[in-house]
Every structure is written in structure tokens, then in C-alpha cells.
């Protein structure tokens, strides 16, 4: 009473899926795939007891290095804290034991740095026993590296940890490789933020775009506006304190991911209203205020004061380059509403033309963001309603229509890019939609080199309408590694049913390492 | 049942009531008011009356007094009562209960009475039922009508509720083939039922992906065609623990073993049972369904069911008998010669129906009833007349409310699960197309209508595991809950949404991963482990 209406593709797929119980010999996983594997038909034995990691004598990062000492006793567990034990003695007594892998970053380490949109996150893997080799410019490569590792050790059907020998030489597609949560239409305990963070290493990405607040609540607790969480959240215990976020911003430090945050404005902003007064803009019905408010009101300098304060304090607490600064949806029913709105208008000569307010409210915050040094992303509405933006703006591309036009558009107009409209996670259906993100390219639009190169990733987006801690973790996992994949591997890896075949594996080792990744089909993961 | 005019006063005063909006399903008749009475946990007991049939020493009750003590007021602090600070309001401190029936040792089934009145005045706090699973009703009721004021005092308002159910099968289909479910996901998920009101787990154990039950007259079918049989099965102990932790929620275990179709599992462990399929004149090495032409397949049936009833003791079992492919039937010579003997011309329906009725023979000479799936009565097998049949297609061969007419109109008991396949998922509320369908939305007589017993909310498995069950079934599967259990005038979308919302906060509270409905929050949300 199942397979009605899928037709015979899915019922090839069941008849496909109904073979796991004749898997091939266990191998190696890996995802996302790297840039260059040679996996050489040579094993070599690893004991929970002799391995060890450790610094080759040229390494630039050492014992001090908190952040590669943290991540050795991450993977020491993830490798070896299987729930199944080994089965027996080792089957090839003869075999050659891995004892080490010798680390060795060659530049400057970056060790107590926050990563950016140009770090280093490249590296080359070499196992051989009894010592592999796993050597990066910089630490964000060897967090990269030790994942590859992780993943290439696997115990065989009598539970001896096993790994290939092996030759990788790796680095990302794309820079910049994000997952968006919303955090303001469901608040996620920061336990569930922690949890996302895991399975992005897991999965190679490296920002977390953190869409803090919203019109439904404002949990982030400003410092220098602490009215805004008081009266904006859902309940005093629906916040972010600043220990939360710096909480969050070390915890991704140590993965290699960057904290994007994004405060929305001018639309989205309902409850930055109830503790900021004058902020919002009164709608008006006739010639009388309705008693609701519309957008931030572009038309107060005080407006303009409070933005600067505001942006100031989040510019120090969050230390990424980048600010995210929304700019998408913003209806201009309040505005035209407004007679003091429309009067301001007149004066500035915008005649009736509302996205000209709209232009001058975000230059105005653009030009704030520039004065305490950060860059600025913005959605696609920025740009699609010309608002003069400084070179270099990031454009964030949303909306799925026609989104390859939009993005060679933004990039012949010298933006760089990021794609996310293939890419909402929260649209959910039934089967395996994992392939439709699989399948895009962000590369497949009509535009030159220079063009293709403005386009610095892509991002999976959560949005929480329907989503909170409860449902988060098996609705972004394993969907959003099909995009993880995607952003890392070179272009050319598009092979659906081997990608199907790893990230099965995969989702049962994310699983095995305390992420509830939901199934992609018919099947049992082995533990 | 009140008339309509009525109806909407006493939903009315509900509304008004506010904290009986909490109340998921709806009961049938509920008078509520503001005035209210203070309970202390230390202080407040369950007990029974001196005339009730159940004493002390009834398992199912006694059981249930804990089970909710704990959920009303374990995850809270308890306050103690301030001497200094008056209570304004008068306090309770105990719920009287008094059963009618004895019998607290057999189990639940589909003529199980669930009544019961509950009554909360001044001068009582009393729940009265015919039998005891009219009592774990009423006792989840009360759970749902305690509160708890900002500073942290337990208050429960006067009420009075008359509540029964409006259809006496009211299920939730689980899928433990396609994906192996632990146990503990199975008894989670009746833990919920029981919040819900749902009385039948209907338990669809096998299927072609794997064979998780654990059989001892055949163990070669569960070594073979389980996905692991050493950790991916279910024990002759965790088959009876389900049964039992279900019998002390009055919630009924139905057991599937579909055939002759879904049984790819079950042919390595059963040499010569699936019909071999040719290639030409060649068998291709691959399996169709049972094979219906041997003796040796119903001498493996009868064993095999032998022990399915013994070791299931509801009244009903499930036998399946959907989706069979009759490619396979086809190109096998010795099926072909087989249908030529019997007369059967090229009507595969003929030699399925041939199978079906061989096998319900067999069940029934068990003194089982069983349920079918529609196929088996849109194929024309004859069938016993008091035989369920269960309507699974949305569309095919004819709408399922045309389908319920049909099935009705032949004058078999039907059970309705097409349009509440939760494992179909789609963005938005979906919860209220699911809420909106009415069982007796079709053209017939009342003694049609009397035939329809309920429905079953489906979770099938494809894409569902222990990782996502819960949040995929909960709220959602509540949304067939109250169909099933309210009356039928309770259809009020915005009335729902706003108890639903509150009802999943609840189950938020009791530890459940309910996913949210829309916007929002809980005071305590989900923290994950």
C-alpha cells in the first residue's frame, strides 16, 4: 500500500534499495569527495590503544595549538568510540599498523584566528604505515584533513579498524560554503545551534549564516539596547546572552566555520518595535495612525543614530569581516500610508517612487557598515531594486525564479555572489529531494570567467516557519550534504547513484556520531 | 448528542473558559466555568471509590496513577503551599475513581467501552466509567485540564465532561520493515497514542525490505531475511513487552503479515514459498509473490499463523493482501498450467482470490477475525462476511469515499487510512487537510455509516526511521486523533489550531518531539539529548 502512484523509477529504486543486505566488502567513505584521491589497495591496521596524532618536528602549530589539540580528541573519538566493538583478533596479524598521523602546518598557523572568506582550507593526505602524513598551510586545513582521515578508517567485518593506504590532495570549490538557521520564527536552544555546528564539519561547510531575528522575535540581547530582547523575544528565557553567542562564535572557531550574522532591516523588523520606539514606521488609515507600524522609518535621523549603535556593538561581538544586512521583502504599503513619509518624498524629489526610500535608507546603512570596516551581504532585492552598492557587496541570491538570469546579472554587474535559491531546506516534499540540490550547479549560467569567479558559494537555508528543535536536525541532515558536496567537490563529481551510495554511508556515520540524519530510502545503518 | 444550538453554547463557554482550550481531543460534552480549586502534589492522590469494581492491585490503574503523577507534576518544582500567603481557592486533594466493570487483566478490544463522565465541583472530583479503559480516558483528560498559575500552584477548574468516542477503531500504522524501529521508538510513540486517545497500533512487522520478527517455529526466515539478526529484530520479549505496555494504555496491538505480495524477505528463510519467476523458458533467479500453487505453501502457513495468533492475542490480525504483481504469476509455466487446470482462463484475480481464501480459512479456523486491505475486496475474493476491510488508495479504482460506499454497501465493516498517509509530507499546516476529512463523507443508509468503525493514521517507513518518527507524527497523527474521537461538529480550523498549538507544547513538556504547527514557541521547548 506504498509505492502507489511513484511509478517504475521508484520501484527500480526499491528493488535497488532492497540490496543492502548483499553490500560489497566495507571500503572507505568519504564526503564530500575530495579533489584528488588515490586509494591504494593496501591496508593498513589502526588500534584504539597505539594510534595517536601528532605534530611532524617542521609544523608551525603545536601542543599550544588549543584548537588542533581540541579536534585530536574530537576525532580520537569519532573514529574509535564506535558503538561496535571489534568482533575479535585482528584478521591479518601480518598487517602493518598505523600508529600516527604527524601533522605539519607550514605557514603561519592561524591557530588563534578566527577563519575569513580567504582562509586556507587546503591540504594533502598521505597514509602509508606506520606513519600517515597530514600537512596544511594553515589549521583550517588540518580540521579539513582530519575529517577526510576520519572517514577513511573503517572497521572491517571483524570490527578491525582498517584504513587504505592513501594519497589526497584537497581544497574547496567554493569559499564560502553556509547553512542559514532562523533563530527568530522558533527559537533554537543553543544546544541545537552547537549540534548544526558538528555536522557542518562533518560536512566540510564553513559558514554558519545565523538569520538571528525577525518580525516574530528578537532573541539576540543587545548590550546597548537590551529593550529590544526584553520586549522583542518570545519569553526571557528565548535569548541569546552575549555569553550564548560568544559560546557560539569559539565553538565554530574550532570546526573552521565562520559566524555570519544577519539582521535584517528595513522590512522583517516587527519586533525590534515593541523595545525601540520610533523605529518602525506608523501605517496610517486615512488620516489617522492605524496603530501599526510598517518597515524601519528611512525618514528619522534618530532612525539613523540607532543603527549606528547598534551595528557598532554587533560589529565588535560578532568578529566576522562580513555583516549580513537582509534588505529583502520590504513593503511599501506603510510607507505610501504615511503622510509624513510622503512629504519627505516630495522634498527629496523621489516623486512616487518608493524603492528610491528604499535605496536611500540602505546606503545609509551600507555607508554606516563601512565606517566600522565590514563588508556587506545582502539579499537579491538590494540589488534587483538598484541601490547604489559599494564594489565588493556580496549579493545573496533567493528567489527561485529564473535564478541563473539573476545571477548572471549580478555578476556582469561585478558582484560577488552567493546562491541559495535551489537551495531551501525547508521546503519539504516527498522521496529524495536530496538530488535536486545535488544536481545544480552554481556555475550554470551564461557569463564569462570573470563572472563565474564573482560567484563565491552557496548556502542551504532553513527557514523556521515550521522548523524548531524538534524537527531541525532530521530535516537539514542529509539534505543539506548533498549541497555540502556540492560547494566542496570539484564539478565534475555528479554521479547520482554513487552519490547515493556514499552519503547512505555517510548519514549512518553522522548518526553514529549523535546526529538524528533522517534515512534517504528503504535500508538499516550497521550498529 | 446535543443539537447543534446547544453545541455551539457549550463551545462557547469553553472559549471563554480558556483553560479547557488545552483539552486535545475535544470531548464530546464539557460545561466548564472559572471558578477554580488548588491542587498540591504532595497532598493530592488518586484513589478508588469504595463501590468501584477496580481496587487497589489493578495493575492497568495503578499504573496509570503513576504514570500520571508523574506527568502532572514530576518535571516541575514542586511549590509547597505558603501558610502565610491565603488560598483564595478551596483545594482538592484527591480524584475519586469508580469503575462499574471489573476486569483489569484482560486486554482492550474493538468492544472495549471507553465512557466516562468526569466531574469537578465543589462538593466532587470524581471520574466514573463502565471499565477501566474508560478510566485511562478519562485520566488523560484530567491531566490535560490541570494548570499551573505564573507562580507555580496547580489549579483545575470546575467541570463537568461526558466524553466518548465516536468510532471504536481509532489506529496508527507503524512500518518497522523498511526501517527497523528500537523499541524504545515504539513505546515512545504509544506513550503519545495514549495522549491522543488512539486505541490500536496497528504493528506492520514485515514487509519486502526485511523480516524484523522474530520467529521460533520458522527462525531460518528472521536469520535470512532480517536486516541484522542480531540487532535488527524484534524478540518473542519485546513483541509481549509492546503488547503489554499497549494493554496498560487500552491500546490494542494489530499485527500485519501481508501476503501474498510485500514478502521478499521472507523467501530466503523459506525455500520454495515465492513463486520463481522466468525469463522465457528459464527461471530469471529472481522471486515474485508466495507462490499459490503448492500444498507446501499453505502447510507454511498454517504453522506460521498458528503461532501469529497465539502470539498475538487481539481478536484481529492483518493479512495484507495489497499491491500483489502478477508479472511474475505470469511467466511462470507451472502457474500457467496451474490456472488452466483450475478453470481460472488468464484471470490472475482469480488465482489471488484462490490464495486469499485458502489463507482466511486457515486464520479463521484459528478463531481470528482479521482486516484486509482494500484490494482484496476490489479483486472480488469472497470473503467472511464480518471481514474488515481497510481503504488505503486516494484515487483508485474509484475515490476512497466512493470506495467506502462500496464497501459499506456489500456490507463489510470498513476502516479509512487514504487521506492520512503522514509519511507523505508537502511545506505548510498540512495538519488541517488532514483534520478536514470526515469518515462518513459518502452517499449512504445509517446502517452503512454503523459499518465504518474508524480509521488509521499510516506511517509508512520508506523514508522514516527512529531519527525523524517523531516530529513527522506528532502533531500530524493528532489531527486524526480528535477525527476520530470527537464529534463530528467539531470542525472549527481556528478552534483546532489553537488547541493543537497548545496541546503540542504539552507533549513538548512530557518530553515528546512534537514538531511546531506555525510560529512560535513553548515555555519549554525541545532540548536535545
Known amino acids: ?527 | 448528542m446535543a443539537g447543534s444550538g446547544l453545541w455551539f453554547s457549550l463551545l462557547l463557554a469553553a472559549v471563554l473558559a480558556g483553560r479547557a482550550a488545552a483539552l486535545w481531543p475535544w470531548p464530546q460534552y464539557i460545561q466548564t466555568s472559572e471558578s477554580h480549586y488548588a491542587i498540591f502534589p504532595h497532598n493530592f492522590q488518586f484513589q478508588y471509590h469504595v463501590s468501584s469494581a477496580a481496587q487497589p492491585g489493578c495493575s492497568v490503574l495503578d499504573e496509570a496513577f503513576q504514570r500520571y503523577r508523574d506527568i502532572l507534576f514530576s518535571s516541575h518544582s514542586w511549590q509547597p503551599p505558603e501558610p502565610t500567603r491565603k488560598q483564595h481557592a478551596p483545594e482538592k486533594n484527591s480524584l475519586t475513581i469508580l469503575v462499574v466493570i471489573p476486569g483489569c487483566n484482560q486486554l482492550p478490544s474493538l468492544e472495549s467501552v471507553e465512557n466516562y463522565t468526569l466531574t469537578i465541583n465543589d462538593d466532587h472530583c470524581f471520574l466514573l466509567s463502565e471499565t477501566v479503559w474508560g478510566a485511562l480516558r478519562g485520566l488523560e483528560t484530567f491531566s490535560q485540564l490541570v494548570w499551573r498559575s505564573p507562580e507555580g500552584t496547580f489549579f483545575i477548574n470546575k467541570t463537568e465532561i461526558e466524553d466518548f468516542p465516536r468510532f471504536p477503531h481509532r489506529g496508527l500504522l507503524l512500518d518497522t520493515s523498511r526501517h527497523y524501529l528500537p523499541l524504545t521508538s515504539i513505546l515512545d510513540t504509544l506513550d503519545v497514542m495514549a495522549y491522543n486517545k488512539l486505541n490500536v497500533f496497528h504493528w506492520h512487522l514485515v514487509d519486502d525490505s526485511s523480516f524484523p520478527y522474530d520467529s521460533f517455529t520458522f527462525p531460518e526466515i528472521t536469520r535470512k531475511g532480517s536486516y541484522n539478526p542480531a540487532t535488527h529484530i524484534y524478540t518473542a520479549q519485546d513483541v509481549k513487552e509492546v503488547i503489554e505496555y499497549a494493554r496498560l494504555r487500552g491500546i490494542r496491538v494489530l499485527a500485519e503479515f501481508d501476503t501474498p505480495g510485500h514478502t521478499q524477505s521472507w523467501g530466503p528463510g523459506v525455500p520454495g514459498l515465492l513463486t520463481p519467476c522466468y525469463s522465457g523458458s528459464h527461471p530469471s533467479g529472481t522471486f515474485g509473490p508466495v507462490n499459490p500453487i503448492l500444498n507446501s505453501t499453505y502447510e507454511f502457513m498454517s504453522t506460521f499463523f498458528l503461532e501469529v495468533s497465539s502470539v498475538f492475542p487481539d481478536f484481529y490480525l492483518h493479512l495484507g493482501g495489497d499491491e500483489v504483481d502478477f508479472t511474475c504469476w505470469k511467466s511462470n509455466p507451472d502457474i500457467q498450467a496451474f490456472m488452466k487446470k483450475q478453470g481460472f482462463g488468464n484471470d490472475f484475480k482469480q488465482l489471488e482470490s484462490f490464495y486469499i481464501q485458502t489463507l482466511l480459512n486457515i486464520v479463521s479456523a484459528y478463531g481470528k477475525g482479521y482486516v484486509v486491505w482494500q484490494e482484496v475486496f476490489d479483486n472480488n475474493v469472497k470473503v467472511r462476511p464480518d471481514t474488515v476491510i481497510q481503504v488505503w488508495r486516494e484515487e483508485t479504482p474509484v475515490h476512497y469515499m466512493k470506495e467506502m460506499e462500496l464497501i459499506t454497501k456489500a456490507g463489510f465493516r470498513a476502516l479509512l487510512s487514504a487521506p492520512w498517509y503522514l509519511n507523505h509530507i508537502t511545506y505548510g499546516p498540512d495538519w488541517s487537510e488532514i483534520y478536514m476529512v470526515d469518515p462518513l463523507e459518502f452517499k449512504g443508509s445509517p446502517q452503512q455509516k454503523a459499518l465504518v468503525i474508524g480509521g488509521e493514521a499510516c506511517m509508512w517507513g520508506e523514508y522514516v526511521d527512529s531519527t525523524n518518527l517523531a516530529p513527522r507524527l506528532w502533531p500530524r497523527g493528532g489531527a486524526v486523533a480528535e477525527r476520530l474521537w470527537s464529534n463530528e461538529l467539531v470542525t472549527s480550523l481556528d478552534f483546532a489550531f489553537k488547541r493543537l498549538t497548545r496541546f503540542r507544547c504539552e507533549l513538548l513538556r512530557r518530553g515528546v518531539q512534537a514538531q511546531p504547527l506555525n510560529v512560535g514557541y513553548c515555555e519549554q521547548e525541545f532540548e536535545q539529548t
Open chain 1, 1 to 527: 500500500m506504498e509505492q502507489r502512484g511513484l511509478g517504475l523509477p521508484a520501484l527500480l529504486a526499491l528493488l535497488a534499495a532492497l540490496a543492502p543486505r548483499s553490500f560489497a566488502a566495507p571500503g572507505p567513505t568519504l564526503w564530500p569527495m575530495p579533489l584528488s584521491v588515490k586509494l591504494s589497495p593496501r591496508l593498513l591496521v589502526v588500534s584504539r590503544e597505539n594510534f595517536s596524532f601528532s605534530y611532524d618536528p617542521s609544523s608551525t602549530a603545536g601542543p599550544s595549538c588549543s584548537l588542533l589539540q581540541e579536534a585530536f580528541r574530537r576525532y580520537h573519538d569519532y573514529i574509535f568510540d564506535l558503538k561496535t566493538s571489534q568482533l575479535g583478533p585482528p584478521k591479518r596479524n601480518s598487517a602493518v599498523e598505523l600508529k600516527q598521523l604527524l601533522i605539519s602546518v607550514v605557514l603561519e598557523s592561524e591557530c588563534d584566528l578566527y577563519p575569513n572568506i580567504t582562509s586556507d582550507e587546503s591540504y594533502t593526505l598521505a597514509v602509508a604505515g606506520p606513519v600517515a602524513f597530514l600537512k596544511a598551510n594553515r589549521v583550517w586545513g588540518v580540521l579539513r584533513g582530519l575529517e577526510t582521515f576520519s572517514q577513511l578508517i573503517y572497521q572491517d567485518s571483524y570490527g578491525t579498524f582498517t584504513i587504505n593506504e592513501a594519497n589526497i590532495i584537497d581544497s574547496p570549490r567554493f569559499p564560502h560554503r553556509g547553512i542559514l538557521i532562523d533563530t527568530a520564527r522558533h527559537f533554537l536552544p543553543i544546544k541545537s545551534i552547537l549540534k548544526t555546528l558538528d555536522a557542518m564539519a562533518f560536512n566540510k561547510f564553513n559558514v554558519l549564516h545565523w538569520h538571528i531575528v525577525d518580525d516574530q522575535s528578537f532573541p539576540y540581547q543587545s548590550v546597548a539596547f537590551p529593550e529590544l530582547s526584553n520586549k522583542g523575544s518570545y519569553s526571557l528565557s528565548h535569548v541569546y546572552t552575549p555569553n550564548d553567542v560568544r559560546a557560539v562564535i569559539e565553538y565554530a572557531r574550532l570546526r573552521g566555520i565562520r559566524v555570519l550574522p544577519e539582521f535584517d532591516s528595513p522590512g522583517h523588523t516587527q519586533s525590534w518595535g515593541k523595545g525601540q520606539k520610533n523605529l518602525l514606521t506608523p501605517c496610517y488609515n486615512g488620516p489617522e495612525q492605524s496603530g501599526t507600524f510598517g518597515p524601519i522609518n528611512p525618514i528619522l535621523n534618530s532612525t539613523y543614530c540607532f543603527l549606528a549603535q547598534f551595528f557598532k556593538e554587533v560589529g565588535t561581538v560578532f568578529p566576522d569581516h562580513f555583516v549580513h544586512l537582509g534588505g529583502d521583502e520590504v513593503d511599501f504599503t506603510c510607507w505610501e500610508s504615511n503622510p509624513e513619509v510622503l512629504d519627505f518624498m516630495k522634498r527629496k524629489g523621489f516623486g512616487r517612487d518608493f524603492q528610491r526610500l528604499e535605496s536611500f535608507y540602505i546606503q545609509k546603512l551600507l555607508y554606516i557598515v563601512s565606517t566600522i570596516n565590514k563588508g556587506a551581504i545582502v539579499w537579491q532585492e538590494v540589488f534587483d531594486d538598484h541601490v547604489k552598492l559599494k564594489p565588493g557587496t556580496v549579493v545573496q541570491v533567493w528567489k527561485q525564479e529564473m535564478y541563473p538570469e539573476k545571477q548572471a546579472q549580478v555578476t556582469a554587474a561585478g558582484f560577488p555572489m552567493i546562491l541559495s535559491a535551489p537551495w531551501y531546506l525547508d521546503w519539504i516534499s516527498y522521496g529524495q529531494d536530496w538530488r535536486k540540490f545535488y544536481k545544480v550547479d552554481p556555475l550554470d549560467f551564461d557569463g564569462s570567467q570573470e563572472q563565474k569567479e564573482l560567484v563565491i558559494g552557496g548556502e542551504a537555508c532553513l527557514w523556521g516557519e515550521f522548523v524548531d528543535a524538534t524537527n531541525l536536525t532530521p530535516r537539514l541532515w542529509p539534505r543539506a550534504s548533498a549541497i555540502g558536496e556540492r560547494l566542496w567537490s570539484p564539478k565534475n563529481i555528479k554521479d547520482l547513484e554513487d552519490a547515493y551510495n556514499r552519503l547512505t554511508v555517510h548519514r549512518c556515520r553522522m548518526t553514529r556520531r549523535g546526529i538524528a540524519a533522517e534515512p534517504l530510502f528503504t535500508g538499516y545503518c550497521e550498529y
